[in-house]
T-cell receptor, first 113, second 111 residues
């Protein structure tokens, strides 16, 4: 069966510090991968998606970047965090080609102070 | 993706059926209806999806009207653990279309 992992589960970082969140998927090959953010009291916002190694599409301009160094690894990064980067970050995967449903990880709660 | 309209909140007694409505009047012929839910502080969980026929799985049933302009998610015997925000989403099944989450319906199941 497929599983998706995210770490860390929670993170508190000062403004201006760097960020690296990692997501890995097991039990599937060549998945589509997604990063979402959910700000407090708001819906999910798609940040990035990837259809393959090194292929990243950005949905909104922001202070964040994403990379996919391996088939089942997706990383969300920032060089300098802003207060507005606080939120609940979720990684998701779907089968190759974007078909069907997406499966979400447990999420990382980021607080920028 | 077409837009959806859901009530902001609903209440249900434990053990009773929870019927969550969704309007999607501008849905296109190649778009499916998906339902997800998000329990507090957890990632969204896929529930069910359908095109035009009614669908049932171990979690819920999905009833889609004949004109496909609305649907209802049915939890046949709601439990306290079903308390969550439920999202109705329409999207094309093929291609790289992504999920667009709205505000959903907050379902509160009470004892």
């Amino acid at each position: 069966s497929q599983t998706i992992h995210q770490w860390p589960a929670t993170l508190v970082q000062p403004v201006g510090s760097p960020l690296s969140l990692e997501c890995t998927v097991e039990g599937t090959s060549n998945p589509n991968l997604y990063w979402y953010r959910q700000a407090a009291g708001r819906g999910l916002q798609l940040l990035f998606y990837s259809v393959g190694i090194g292929q990243i599409s950005s949905e909104v301009p922001q202070n964040l970047s994403a990379s996919r160094p391996q088939d089942r690894q997706f990383i969300l990064s920032s060089k300098k965090l802003l207060l507005s980067d606080s939120g609940f970050y979720l990684c998701a995967w779907s089968r190759a080609g974007g078909y069907g449903e997406q499966y979400f990880g447990p999420g990382t709660r980021l607080t920028v102070t | 993706d077409a837009k959806t309209t859901q009530p902001p909140s609903m209440d249900c007694a434990e053990g009773r059926a929870a019927n969550l409505p969704c309007n999607h009047s501008t849905i296109s012929g190649n778009e499916y209806v998906y339902w997800y839910r998000q329990i507090h502080s957890q990632g969204p969980q896929y529930i069910i999806h359908g095109l035009k026929n009614n669908e049932t799985n171990e979690m819920a049933s999905l009833i889609i009207t004949e004109d496909r302009k609305s649907s209802t998610l049915i939890l046949p015997h709601a439990t306290l653990r079903d308390t969550a925000v439920y999202y109705c989403i329409v999207r094309a099944f093929s291609g790289y279309s992504t999920l667009t989450f709205g505000k959903g319906t907050m379902l509160l199941v009470s004892p």
